[in-house]
């Protein structure tokens, strides 16, 4: 059946032209063979890889290839079920497969990892551990020791957005040379993290020839070593990371700031207010909007440090300033470790979002009475 | 015999054979048959090579490198025609710690290939990031690689899976196995007695020290002054040397602040375990028993045995007498951004220091620098009796073959394309050849001696070395590959876990965070837990032979 008039389908979307039976069925028939033929393939090499079953293919590459020619399938069952809809569904059915592929099964993936006993090293394949690696966890003094240290460098964020803030406000007043000093206090955020630690943390630092430390000792420090101590450690290192990070708070505060209603200001000041008084009464709590974005980017961002400590520190000393996604690199990269490494993450992965789950409702809570 | 000379030879014709036969009459003569003419051109080429760029004429440069590779070409030549391997492609990977190693490499083996036709694509990677990437491309079964500078200690991961390529006998005849010291003979770089490795390196930790602070005449009369007993001079024990730098603390030599010795204490991927090693072994390494690191017949830790937690205790008590940002040191930075610069006066390191000390331009110590073995200690712990032995012969002497050394492996995969093969093990052989090895280790290179004929005084004085300085070095190398009671390190897998695993203890340790015995008693309950993840009965089976029990 064919028909030249625009009509509408069951969800009132227009579209060109029915689409004729022969190819709807045509196309149901083309996404269940290829769905099946993707079942079939991914239980023969489950089956092969268990041992359960003497064929299947070397390694899981043919897999791939079936789920790429299995999304093609789809892709033109759908054109062939839906016509003009199915089009429309071409637009996101790679990116959604694509992130099946990437982000949906890697996690689900990962969660079957954190349940085996998986070592680089072991003579057996990987088997299913139960609970053990979650006991171990629980009984891991060091990755407690890690995410203690996460909470004083998320600590620390306040300190940041603080100065971030003045910074931004300073570059928001009609100075001279404003533009340069702009782009001046963006460059940090434009340094590789790994660079920093080389030039900073490696170099400036450094005890014998640093000039910080040469400097430190003008001033009466006769033994500046700034990654000995377990606090003068754990400073240095948010110290770092704030030179790195203060421009990125500092950038989404001035956007802010610039698009805040000059008129709003212009008539505090007109009825008498101080400057004090006009930032503390109007700036900030207008800011809070995007003061909140910044920070709590800022909170996720810093909830993954680990190159500055990799590089400077490996945690040291004596876990002072480890964190636990440097712990969590210790346990994959040298130990190989990978079923454990594995579970060390998921778990984390869990804690950040209730984390951020439950400060963005608390934020939000606050925000609402504020405003 | 060369295959060049065994060609000519029978290809000569009866004219040829009487105009030959007349001339080696008229050279018997004057005693220069070809034999020694043959000797004579490879001494000549050893001592040219090694006036490459000379001692003392600056740090060697990529055209050195070059150069060296080469003049080293002739072995090569006997067995690869030119252009042979056209269109083959290899893929080398190697390290890149201080600029060295990979890139000395790619410098001998450039005149390879443009003599062989083939090409080299290369994988560097730092120290730290060298085993996990080697255990990943093991277990992931994606090695990717043709050839790989390797150490021993993987060889349990490598040759026991099965991924190298059993070495031919040519490339043997080659590289002349025969050289090599003993302990780098096999079991080393063998497995199921097939051979895989050609060794580039024999790996021991020395000791290094200043001669300087212990020529010192201040310091000997301060150390006098304060009632020590003994002369002031280069401690020969552990409690010696613990005793010295405690001394040293707060003195100064020749102006500058002056230290004992120092501990590399920030880990290294695994690698800063070593150092606590050499301090252990002359304890924990018995002459009657081959096993230190665990009980051969359990695999159970002896890392929280009497003998490590006293090494453990002697790094705690020496740290504050030691440099204030020693806490922050890897090994790296303690040989040669401290020693090598200047600071401290006595080391446990590879050979390192030595091929370093008078030729990198950063060294400051070549004029006052010496070597020994790793010193000994007055008693050594007994792990079967639980007694302290004192011995009848003195203090007991046991020196940390740490690593034993790297290694060229050629991996499985290229043994399905003949020429890829022949390739792959000829440019193996180049740079694991005789003579290119001893320019190694006499220059910064990563590599120390490892062959009998390195330890020939006269091509080392001759070279522009200071007779005194390179008889120290190179005793301090042969007498640690010849001693009797070495503390050979296990090939087994995963090692470098257990050694990783005691850095995180170990830097808890230092920090305060517990004591010796307690953290010592960490490190072995998280070895057993590594033990069992990888096979403990495998592990016990590997860990006696390469125990050669």
């Not at chain 2, 401290?344 to 590879?350: A, Y």
């Not at chain 2, 004929?453 to 042969?478: P, Q, T």
Request: aromatic share 12%; hydrophobic share 45%.
């Amino acid at each position: 059946m064919t028909a030249n008039a625009p009509t509408t389908t069951n969800d009132q979307l227009p579209v060109g032209y029915d689409v004729p039976e022969i190819r709807r069925k045509s196309g149901r028939m083309l996404v269940t063979a290829a769905t099946t033929a993707l079942a079939v393939i991914v239980l023969f090499q489950t089956l092969y890889s268990a041992g359960a079953s003497p064929y299947g293919f070397e390694n899981w590459r043919p897999v791939m290839y079936a789920y790429i020619l299995w999304g093609i399938c789809v892709g033109a069952g759908q054109v062939m079920m839906h016509g003009e809809a199915g089009h429309r569904a071409l637009f996101l059915l790679p990116a959604l497969l694509f992130t099946i592929a990437l982000v949906i099964f890697p996690t689900f993936f990962g969660l079957y990892i954190a349940f085996t006993d998986w070592n680089l090293s072991a003579f057996d394949p990987p088997k299913f551990n139960g609970w053990a690696n979650l006991k171990s966890l629980m009984a891991d003094a060091y990755y407690w020791n890690a995410l203690l240290n996460m909470i004083y460098y998320v600590l620390a964020v306040g300190a940041q957005y603080t100065i971030a803030f003045g910074l931004a406000l300073l570059l928001n007043a009609d100075i001279k040379a404003r533009k340069f000093f702009r782009v001046a206090f963006l460059l940090p955020f434009m340094l590789s993290p790994v660079a920093v630690s080389w030039m900073i943390g490696k170099s400036l630092m450094e005890y014998r020839f640093g000039p910080i430390s040469t400097l430190a000792r003008l001033f009466g420090w006769d033994n500046p070593a700034f990654f000995t101590t377990p606090w003068i450690a754990r400073a240095s290192i948010m110290v770092m990371d704030a030179w790195v990070s203060i421009p990125f708070i500092m950038i989404l505060l001035l956007a802010g700031l610039q698009a805040l209603p000059k008129e709003i200001i212009e008539a505090a000041k007109v009825d008498g207010a101080t400057a004090w008084q006009s930032f503390w009464q109007i700036t900030f709590p207008l800011m809070l909007p995007v003061s909140v974005t910044a920070v709590i980017l800022r909170i996720i961002f810093e909830l993954k440090l680990a190159d500055i400590v990799i590089n400077v520190t490996s945690g040291g000393p004596g876990g002072a300033t480890d964190t636990v996604s440097s712990f969590i690199f210790r346990e994959y990269r040298d130990r190989a470790n990978v079923g454990y490494g594995t579970m060390l993450a998921e778990f984390y992965l869990v804690i950040i979002i209730i984390f951020v789950t439950l400060l963005l409702k608390l934020v939000s809570g606050r925000m609402r009475k504020m405003t | 015999m060369r295959i060049e000379l065994y060609n000519h030879f029978t290809s000569m014709s009866r004219r040829s054979v009487l105009k030959g036969a007349a001339a080696v009459s008229a050279l018997s003569a004057t005693g220069a048959l070809g034999l020694s003419t043959q000797a004579q051109s490879q001494a000549d080429l050893r001592a040219q090579i090694l006036q490459i760029p000379g001692v003392g004429k600056g740090q060697p440069t990529d055209a050195d490198w070059q150069k060296v590779g080469e003049m080293c070409l002739g072995a090569t030549k006997t067995n690869v025609k030119e252009g042979e391997f056209a269109g083959v492609e290899l893929t080398f990977l190697g390290l890149n710690n201080q600029n060295l190693h990979n890139l000395l490499f790619r410098g001998f083996l450039k005149p390879w290939e443009t003599y062989t036709g083939a090409k080299i694509n290369w994988i560097d990677l730092a120290q730290a990031d060298y085993g996990p990437r080697l255990q990943q491309a093991i277990a992931t079964g994606t090695v990717d690689f043709d050839i790989i500078e390797m150490g021993a200690p993987f060889e349990g991961d490598v040759c026991g899976k099965g991924l190298a390529s059993e070495m031919p006998d040519w490339v043997k005849a080659q590289i002349d196995m025969d050289d090599y010291v003993n302990y780098l003979k096999a079991p080393v770089g063998t497995w199921n007695g097939k051979t895989y490795r050609i060794s580039i390196d024999g790996d021991c930790h020395n000791f290094n020290y200043r001669t300087d602070y212990f020529s010192d005449a201040d310091l000997a009369a301060a150390w006098k002054a304060e009632g020590h007993e003994g002369d002031w001079g280069v401690p020969k024990t552990w409690q010696k040397v613990q005793e010295a730098t405690k001394f040293l603390k707060g003195k100064k030599v020749a102006g500058q602040d002056a230290y004992g010795y120092l501990d590399p204490i920030k880990g290294w991927g695994g690698f800063g375990f070593y150092f606590l090693g050499s301090r252990a072994t002359a304890y924990a390494k018995h002459p009657d028993d081959k096993a230190w690191l665990f009980d051969a017949d359990t695999m159970k830790p002896r890392i929280n045995n009497p003998a490590w937690v006293r090494a453990i205790q002697d790094v705690i008590d020496a740290l504050p007498s030691e440099p204030a940002d020693q806490l922050n040191a890897d090994p790296g930075t303690t040989g040669f951004s401290q020693f090598l610069a200047g600071t401290g006066s006595m080391l446990s390191w590879w050979g390192d220091i030595g091929s370093n000390a008078k030729t990198n331009d950063s060294s400051v110590i070549g004029d006052t620098c010496g070597f020994d073995i790793l010193p000994g200690s007055d008693d050594v712990y007994n792990a079967k009796t639980g007694a302290w032995d004192k011995l009848a012969s003195g203090p007991n002497y046991a020196p940390n073959m740490a690593y034993i050394g790297w290694g060229v492996y050629v991996m499985a995969r290229v043994d399905s394309d003949p020429a890829k093969q022949k390739a792959a093990w000829s440019a193996a052989a180049h740079i694991g050849g005789k003579d290119i090895s001893l320019w190694c280790a006499a220059y910064p290179s990563g590599f120390q001696p490892y062959r009998n004929s390195h330890f020939n005084l006269a091509e080392w004085v001759a070279a522009g070395y200071d007779e005194a300085f390179i008889k120290s070095y190179l005793d301090s190398e042969a007498n640690s590959y010849n001693h009797p009671n070495a503390a050979i390190e296990p090939r087994i897998p995963g090692i470098f876990q257990y050694y990783s695993a005691a850095e995180d203890e170990l830097s808890k340790i230092w920090a305060g965070g517990s004591d010796a015995q307690t953290g010592a008693n960490n490190i072995a309950a998280a070895w057993d837990k590594i033990t069992d993840g990888i096979g403990r009965d495998k592990q016990i089976e590997l860990y006696k032979a390469s125990l050669g029990m």
